[in-house]
């Protein structure tokens, strides 16, 4: 009989074969007692297993070859630095210094610590780090109890081609061992679509679910198993007509990558010869480089909120250098920084230095621009960084959550500031730093014609602007089904918008998920986006099918549905949009 299990999908690939169901020799974490005179031969045995930890990872990221990608050795090299935290490491050996415990249950002690901080994080990317965080310490807790097979994992065989590895997690530092192994897929218990083994398969390219409760009780070693990454699910022991379903869709999909890598030098334009520029998304530097590799014209958005997780406000000097060095990733091309975006959402709670005040509705509160407008201090420091990173090179500055001209004038007043300060100090800065807006409030988004006149260029950020329009939580699945792209006061928005934008002569981009998600493109197209900006693992799909759009087609669609659109409020305009493309 064929059992199907589910979890989160990774690396949109298929995998089929038997599963090898791996075990973990678990170390049990007591805790024991040590005298006084000991704590100096303890504190030399954790540092004896950071360094035997650090110099396993080092080496197997050295074996990674240059097809793995950038992100799979950035991760690893992310653990190794985790393993030489400074804080970290001093908090355990004060702990066997005070408490007179041996290492191990001072690292679980910490550890357990740390969790219960990122569990209160609600941004989900942020909080998955709690995951690194256990898995480095287990790496050193399996060092200490003196565990010395090169992978944790037990009895993993030497070849892997055709075997799905079934796990209860696994660290990158397996991961990467399994990869050299050429296994064909992973399914783990635990783990989500944001932790570092699901960045890092999805670099390797290897398919996985991540995730599936009891995988290791109901998967059986040596059973045929199907493996869909798309859609997260795990077929054990599938029937003919199944298995020759997915043999087909993986002929399928290895064909479509292809023609998808047949497109990465091409420029992008609808078949009616509209020329659209395909930007990325980003904030790490693993996906600045992918933003260059995949072709994408510039970037679109830059996100600094990761500057400001640690215990600081990040000063300006370190500011500048985060800037800079994504500038010279990007190799000529436009930086867009957007600043500061703390609050609702991208709430840090206890850790954050940033003083977010507790209100009942953080989503409509003081976040964004309206945050930075209170603690201008810090709003200027990072102005400052961004006008000192504008005199090496292309960049663009946008304001987040921007609702009236006022905010604005506001801004624009303390970016003069700022640049009075620089010049005092002797520093350069490009004086005609263009500077825009993200419209994602509905009042901006009606008042997009007097915003225009004071911004130099626009981009919409579509995952709040439809969070507000619709009065559905972004984050919330209760009221997922009401988060509607589709939805003809969301369209009227946009209209409004882009109206704005061409009455104004700015550039206008959108910025926010809708932009990389092919079922949309059209649409947009019809709506007259021309820039979209995109997790750069989206810009061939996007450029495939914005190149195979006729844009006029779509738009005569648009018009004919908004006219009558009382009435055709039930039509499905998507599917208007795609019949349209089919006719000769
Ligand atoms: C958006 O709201 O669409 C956007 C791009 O910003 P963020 O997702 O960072 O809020
Ligand atoms: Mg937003």
Not at 119 to 134: L, N
Not at 552 to 569: F, I, K, N, P, S
């Amino acid at each position: 009989m064929t059992l199907a299990l589910t979890g989160h999908g990774i690396a949109d690939g298929i995998a089929i074969g038997r599963a090898h169901v791996a075990e973990r020799s678990e170390a049990e974490i007591g805790e024991y007692r040590i005298d006084e005179q000991e704590v100096g031969k303890e504190i030399e045995r954790f540092r004896e297993a950071i360094a035997e930890a650090s110099d396993q990872l080092e080496s197997l990221g050295g074996q990674l070859g240059p097809e793995s990608g950038t992100t799979a050795s950035e991760i690893i090299s992310t653990h190794v630095m985790m393993l030489h935290d400074a804080a970290f490491n001093q908090a355990i050996e004060a702990r066997i210094g005070e408490e007179l415990c041996n290492a191990e249950w001072a690292l679980q002690v910490q550890l357990e610590h740390i969790l219960s901080e990122f569990r209160h994080i609600e941004d989900s990317y942020i909080r998955s780090r709690g995951e690194d965080v256990a898995q480095v310490v287990r790496l050193v807790q399996h060092k200490l109890s003196e565990k010395t097979s090169p992978v944790e994992l037990d009895d993993i065989p030497d070849r892997l081609a055709d075997t799905l590895v079934v796990a209860s997690d696994l660290t990158p530092g397996e991961l990467a061992t399994l990869h050299q192994r050429g296994v064909a897929g992973i399914i783990t218990e635990h783990g989500s679509a944001y932790s570092h083994t699901a960045i890092m398969a999805g670099s390797l390219n290897i398919p996985a679910v991540l995730g599936v409760r009891l995988a290791r009780e109901l998967l059986q070693e040596g059973e045929t198993l199907v493996m869909d990454g798309r859609l997260g699910l795990v077929y054990a022991n599938p029937n003919k007509s199944l298995l020759a379903h997915y043999n087909d869709a993986q002929r399928r999909s290895a064909r479509h990558r292809k023609a998808l890598e047949s497109i990465r030098e091409l420029p992008a334009a609808t078949l009616d010869g509209q020329k659209v520029s395909l930007q990325a998304n980003a904030e790490r530097s693993d996906e600045l480089r992918a933003a260059v590799e995949n072709g994408a014209e510039s970037v679109g958005l830059y996100r600094t909120e990761f500057l400001f997780l640690g215990s600081d406000v990040p000063d300006e000097e370190e500011q500048f250098a985060a800037y800079s060095e994504a500038l010279e990733i990007l190799d000529g091309r436009t930086l867009t920084i957007r600043t500061l975006d703390l609050g609702a959402d991208k709430s840090l709670e206890s850790q954050s230095p940033v003083n977010t005040p507790k209100v009942a509705n953080p989503a409509l509160g003081l976040r964004a621009v309206r945050l930075c407008l209170r603690d201008t201090e810090m709003f200027k420091t990072q102005l400052r960084a961004v006008l000192r990173t504008s005199a090496l090179g292309p960049v663009r500055c946008l304001i987040p959550m921007l609702t009236s001209v006022h905010e604005i004038r506001m801004v624009r007043a303390l970016l003069d500031e700022a640049r009075q300060e620089l010049q005092q100090r002797g520093m350069n800065y490009d004086p005609n730093m263009p500077v825009g807006g993200m419209i994602e409030v509905p009042a901006a988004a009606l008042a997009a014609a007097d915003l225009a006149r004071h911004l130099d260029f626009m981009s919409v950020g579509t995952n709040d602007l439809l969070q507000y329009a619709l009065a559905a939580d972004r984050v919330d699945e209760q009221v997922a089904h009401l988060y509607d792209p589709q939805h003809p006061g969301v369209i009227q928005l946009l209209q409004f918008v882009v109206n704005a934008a061409t009455l104004r002569q700015i550039p206008l981009a959108v910025c926010g998920e809708l932009a990389g998600d092919r079922r949309y493109v059209r649409l947009l197209l019809a709506l007259g986006i021309r820039e979209f900006s995109m997790h750069a693992n989206r810009l061939l799909e996007i450029k495939q099918m914005v190149n195979q759009t006729h844009a006029d087609r779509a738009r005569t669609v648009l018009d004919q549905w908004r006219d009558g659109h009382a009435e055709a409020y039930d039509l499905d305009l998507l599917k208007l949009i795609e019949d349209s493309q089919q006719a000769p």
